[in-house]
């Protein structure tokens, strides 16, 4: 939500949402949906793919998404996708 500054979980046109990235990056780790994988093949891991459609909510959202990665092990970082289409042309 830019009126928030900070990025939920939705798709446009809607750019409000009561659930924040935050909060949803707090829930799979609190379900494990990627760390229980730890010490397992990578490829067993699910993708988490974040898709942002605006500079303001990647930027707002970084450091989400390092805090969510220093819970998984370094080899399940590339389990972790930002697609970001944000740049004209």
């Not at 809607?14 to 990235?21: A, G, Q, R, V």
């Amino acid at each position: 939500s830019e009126v928030k500054s900070q990025a939920v979980m939705g798709h446009p046109p809607s750019i409000d949402s009561d659930l924040t990235l935050s909060s949803f990056l707090q829930q799979l780790h609190e379900a494990n949906f990627q760390h229980r994988y730890s010490g397992k093949q990578q490829t067993e891991c699910p993708v988490l793919k974040l898709d942002f459609k605006s500079m303001i909510a990647l930027q707002s959202s970084l450091a989400d998404v390092k805090s969510y990665l220093t819970h998984l092990p370094p080899y399940l970082y590339k389990r972790v996708w930002i697609n970001a289409d944000i740049l004209s042309g």
